[in-house]
């Protein structure tokens, strides 16, 4: 198993930047793929964004295509999300999630990190 850590949330302002990263220890974190999932309040956990073992395959909802990379660096076993032009309807809290082959539904993935909270003020 591989446990997860998420940092990088805060408060900023709309149209501004952030990037979250997430920290895997405990297993080789390149043999799993990963995803970003997010959940604002009274609402279901939604996807994000993903990336396969190597970085070779992405996908992104359609909601921060354009404003949001996601990448990884093996080396460092982190996978980062860079967000760009911020949006209130981003505010929710941010999860990482690990699986063994790349992902877009968050019931396939079983690692997940305990979150990190992005709030975009308008």
């Known amino acids: 198993q591989v446990q997860l850590v998420e940092s990088g949330g805060g408060l900023v302002q709309a149209g501004g930047s952030l990037r979250l990263s997430c920290a895997a220890s405990?297993?080789?974190?390149?043999?799993?793929?990963a995803g970003w999932f997010r959940q604002a309040p009274g609402k279901e956990r939604e996807f994000v964004a993903a990336?396969?073992?190597?970085?070779?395959?992405?996908y992104y909802a359609d909601s921060v295509k354009g404003r949001v990379t996601i990448s990884r660096d093996n080396t460092k076993n982190t996978v980062y999300l860079q967000m760009n032009s911020l949006k209130p309807e981003d505010t929710a809290v941010y999860y990482c999630?690990?699986?063994?082959?790349?992902?877009?539904?968050?019931?396939?993935?079983?690692?997940w990190g305990q979150g990190t909270q992005v709030t975009v003020s308008s």
């Open positions: 999630a690990a699986a063994a082959s790349v992902q877009t539904r968050a019931y396939n993935y079983d690692q």
């Open positions: 405990g297993s080789t974190f390149s043999f799993y793929a």
């Open positions: 990336i396969s073992r190597s970085g070779g395959s992405i």
